[in-house]
């Protein structure tokens, strides 16, 4: 849980980097999204919700 | 959610994609938090398995795992244990806390001879056991499994839900395909209805439905644990909420099961004289009738004031008592001796006694209702029962005056086991059928009454493997009130339920229209998803306490 929670805090992070900060080239604004968008993506929940029914 | 949230980084609208994953991960993280929650009170509430025995082995205590000790050996279980193992205590007095089991907070007092049940915590004195059951079989044990097994058994709305989104999901899929395509064929603009199509995607989720309804059935499954009621699958609890009919057996369920002498009526004789003379003729039998006449005599026997005891099968008992000739029986041994009797109106199990041949009066004896049965009834039919019936094996006139006290609607008597089974069928075929029937029993005797049945009750089950592997729902206690407790805990847990699946369903539909012709983008999609399953999860989570 305690993990879950930091990788979701530190893709929400840079989510609001991103969203806030206009970075040149601008294609870093991009990877930002990209590397939070991964960050939380990983963490897979459907598998252990369906482990407890 | 994937092929959404990637659709959107295709289109480009990265900002979206990424908010959409995050607020949706953060909505699983908090169901999951509810879901170990839900779970943990569970394990809290039965974390009643016994860690250590201390067995007395070679004149030493060794502590060694329950699983090791075997039976007829010896325990020791020192203030604040936990008792690992049934059995019985051979030496010491303690007050012990029997809550896990029973859901009763008032310790209760033992002593030698007396059974006891692991799980159980020995309060205040040294208690001494011999086992009596090795931890695989013992009570503790049966619990952990029955409750760990509850959540195997899925009631009709789980199943449905399950049904449901095998269906659903497709089908939403389908739809954001043709929002994808076929406007923009006509209307033109591919990426507008493409981030409709994706939105409508995000929106579909079906997550609300999935967790909340399980996690409602788990709630109330914990929540009649707690109050010692032991329900074996939410099916057992959905159809508990459907109850119409309730189905009792009479003895050990409705009346206490222990024949009590009710009345002496003595003549030309004391009351005292009559029960020594008939206590003494009776003692060398070990019949419930005797043993209720031993019980009423209340004095130790004196053997050499017996004589000639001969037993006349069917009929009672002719025995020598302090040189008297003592006749105790039914009417039947009266008219064979010849007798001049006087025929006894009180309904239940009448002993004549006749001494020297003369007539010496009569001795009823019968079993006794349990306190507070027939409030629990009448609370029982006011609130959630059309119906109650009674069947027992006993004489029709001792089961018309039970139920007649009890006002119970209909009574079928002299039934043996396999006649119980018939008539529980016919009034299955006769009931409502969306109402269920719930047959009522001590478990043993009843065992094939309570698998015909939608519900079998096993009342006063704690310590009784046959009850506990027969029923579906088992009462720890023998308390009809926790009937009535479990009712009402299954009508509220049903309530959250429906109230969830309507609220998910309703609020989802809406947001997918909306969304669909353009109302809402996909930041609102993902607001409304996540929303609607944290409401549905709150739902659940706050009102647990309050099933």
Same mark, same amino acid.
């Given at each position: 849980?305690?993990?879950?929670?930091?990788?979701?805090?530190?893709? =929400?992070?840079? =989510?609001?980097?991103?969203?806030?900060?206009?970075?040149?080239?601008?294609?870093?604004?991009?990877?930002?999204?990209?590397?939070?968008?991964?960050?939380?993506?990983?963490?897979?929940?459907?598998?252990?919700?369906?482990?407890? =029914? | 959610?994937?092929?959404?949230?990637?659709?959107?980084?295709? +289109?480009?609208?990265?900002? !979206?994609?990424?908010?959409?994953?995050?607020?949706?991960?953060?909505?699983?993280?908090?169901?999951?938090?509810?879901?170990?929650?839900?779970?943990?009170?569970?394990?809290?509430?039965?974390?009643?398995?016994?860690?250590?025995?201390?067995?007395?082995?070679?004149?030493?205590?060794?502590?060694?795992?329950?699983?090791?000790?075997?039976?007829?050996?010896?325990?020791?279980?020192?203030?604040?244990?936990?008792?690992?193992?049934?059995?019985?205590?051979?030496?010491?007095?303690?007050?012990?806390?029997?809550?896990?089991?029973?859901?009763?907070?008032?310790?209760?007092?033992?002593?030698?001879?007396?059974?006891?049940?692991?799980?159980?915590?020995?309060?205040?004195?040294?208690?001494?056991?011999?086992?009596?059951?090795?931890?695989?079989?013992?009570?503790?044990?049966?619990?952990?499994?029955?409750?760990?097994?509850?959540?195997?058994?899925?009631?009709?709305?789980?199943?449905?839900?399950?049904?449901?989104?095998?269906?659903?999901?497709?089908?939403?899929?389908?739809? &954001? $395909?043709?929002?994808?395509?076929?406007?923009?064929?006509?209307?033109?603009?591919? &990426?507008?209805?493409?981030?409709?199509?994706?939105? $409508?995607?995000?929106?579909?989720?079906?997550?609300?439905?999935?967790?909340?309804?399980?996690?409602?059935?788990?709630?109330?499954?914990?929540?009649?644990?707690?109050?010692?009621?032991?329900?074996?699958?939410?099916?057992?609890?959905?159809?508990?909420?459907?109850?119409?009919?309730?189905? $009792?057996?009479?003895?050990?369920?409705?009346?206490?099961?222990?024949?009590?002498?009710?009345?002496?009526?003595?003549?030309?004789?004391?009351?005292?004289?009559?029960?020594?003379?008939?206590?003494?003729?009776?003692?060398?039998?070990?019949?419930?009738?005797?043993?209720?006449?031993?019980?009423?005599?209340?004095?130790?026997?004196?053997?050499?004031?017996?004589?000639?005891?001969?037993? +006349?099968?069917?009929?009672?008992?002719?025995?020598?008592?302090?040189?008297?000739?003592?006749?105790?029986?039914? !009417?039947?041994?009266?008219?064979?001796?010849?007798?001049?009797?006087?025929?006894?109106?009180?309904?239940?199990?009448?002993?004549?006694? &006749?001494?020297?041949?003369?007539?010496?009066?009569?001795?009823?004896?019968?079993?006794?209702?349990?306190?507070?049965?027939?409030?629990?009834?009448?609370?029982?039919?006011?609130?959630?029962?059309?119906?109650?019936?009674?069947?027992?094996?006993?004489?029709?006139?001792?089961?018309?005056?039970?139920?007649?006290?009890?006002?119970?609607?209909?009574?079928?008597?002299?039934?043996?086991?396999?006649?119980?089974?018939?008539?529980?069928?016919?009034?299955?075929?006769?009931?409502?059928?969306?109402?269920?029937?719930? $047959?009522?029993?001590?478990?043993?005797?009843?065992?094939?009454?309570?698998?015909?049945?939608?519900?079998?009750?096993?009342?006063?089950?704690?310590?009784?493997?046959?009850?506990?592997?027969?029923?579906?729902?088992?009462?720890?206690?023998?308390?009809?009130?926790?009937?009535?407790?479990?009712?009402?805990?299954?009508?509220?847990?049903?309530?959250?339920?429906?109230?969830?699946?309507?609220?998910?369903?309703?609020?989802?539909?809406?947001?997918?229209?909306?969304?669909?012709?353009?109302?809402?983008?996909?930041?609102?999609?993902?607001?409304?998803?996540?929303?609607?399953?944290?409401?549905?999860?709150?739902?659940?989570?706050?009102?647990?306490?309050?099933?």
């Amino acid at each position: 849980m305690k993990k879950d929670i930091i990788k979701i805090l530190i893709a =929400f992070i840079l =989510f609001i980097i991103s969203l806030t900060i206009s970075f040149t080239p601008s294609y870093i604004n991009t990877l930002l999204y990209i590397v939070s968008y991964i960050i939380v993506r990983i963490r897979n929940s459907n598998k252990s919700n369906k482990k407890y =029914f | 959610m994937s092929i959404a949230t990637i659709g959107a980084f295709a +289109i480009g609208e990265f900002s !979206e994609a990424v908010a959409v994953m995050i607020f949706y991960q953060v909505g699983e993280l908090l169901q999951d938090y509810a879901v170990d929650k839900s779970k943990a009170s569970i394990k809290s509430l039965l974390n009643i398995r016994p860690d250590y025995a201390n067995v007395k082995r070679n004149n030493e205590i060794i502590k060694v795992n329950p699983e090791e000790v075997n039976i007829e050996e010896i325990i020791i279980v020192k203030p604040g244990e936990r008792i690992p193992l049934d059995g019985i205590i051979i030496d010491g007095k303690s007050m012990i806390d029997t809550s896990a089991l029973t859901g009763e907070s008032v310790p209760k007092s033992v002593k030698a001879q007396d059974e006891v049940l692991s799980g159980c915590i020995n309060k205040n004195g040294l208690l001494e056991v011999k086992v009596t059951k090795k931890f695989k079989e013992s009570t503790v044990n049966k619990m952990l499994e029955l409750v760990q097994n509850a959540s195997d058994k899925k009631a009709q709305t789980e199943n449905f839900i399950t049904k449901f989104a095998k269906i659903y999901t497709p089908v939403v899929v389908l739809i &954001a $395909f043709i929002i994808a395509t076929i406007p923009s064929i006509f209307f033109g603009n591919f &990426a507008q209805w493409l981030y409709r199509a994706l939105s $409508f995607l995000v929106v579909s989720c079906p997550c609300a439905l999935v967790i909340s309804i399980p996690l409602g059935f788990f709630a109330g499954i914990g929540r009649s644990a707690k109050a010692g009621v032991l329900i074996k699958g939410g099916n057992y609890l959905e159809a508990l909420s459907k109850i119409n009919t309730l189905v $009792f057996d009479k003895t050990g369920t409705l009346t206490k099961g222990v024949f009590e002498v009710q009345s002496i009526n003595p003549i030309n004789i004391s009351k005292d004289e009559l029960i020594k003379l008939v206590a003494h003729a009776e003692s060398y039998s070990t019949h419930p009738i005797a043993n209720s006449i031993k019980k009423a005599y209340a004095k130790q026997i004196n053997n050499s004031i017996i004589s000639n005891v001969q037993e +006349i099968a069917g009929l009672g008992i002719e025995a020598i008592v302090e040189e008297k000739n003592i006749l105790v029986g039914n !009417e039947k041994l009266m008219l064979q001796k010849n007798i001049n009797y006087i025929k006894s109106k009180e309904v239940g199990t009448v002993l004549y006694v &006749a001494i020297n041949k003369e007539f010496a009066g009569t001795i009823l004896i019968s079993d006794e209702i349990k306190e507070n049965t027939k409030t629990v009834l009448n609370s029982l039919k006011q609130h959630y029962i059309a119906k109650t019936v009674m069947l027992t094996g006993d004489k029709k006139e001792i089961a018309e005056d039970v139920a007649k006290k009890l006002e119970i609607d209909e009574v079928y008597s002299e039934l043996l086991p396999d006649k119980k089974v018939k008539k529980v069928e016919e009034l299955l075929n006769n009931k409502n059928k969306n109402k269920t029937l719930a $047959f009522v029993g001590d478990g043993i005797n009843d065992s094939p009454a309570l698998a015909v049945s939608d519900v079998g009750i096993a009342m006063g089950a704690l310590g009784s493997d046959a009850a506990i592997e027969a029923a579906d729902i088992v009462i720890m206690t023998d308390e009809l009130s926790k009937i009535e407790t479990a009712i009402k805990i299954s009508k509220k847990t049903m309530k959250i339920v429906k109230e969830n699946i309507i609220f998910s369903i309703v609020v989802k539909i809406a947001i997918l229209i909306l969304t669909a012709i353009g109302f809402s983008n996909m930041w609102q999609a993902v607001f409304a998803d996540v929303g609607v399953s944290i409401l549905a999860v709150l739902n659940v989570v706050l009102r647990k306490e309050y099933i």
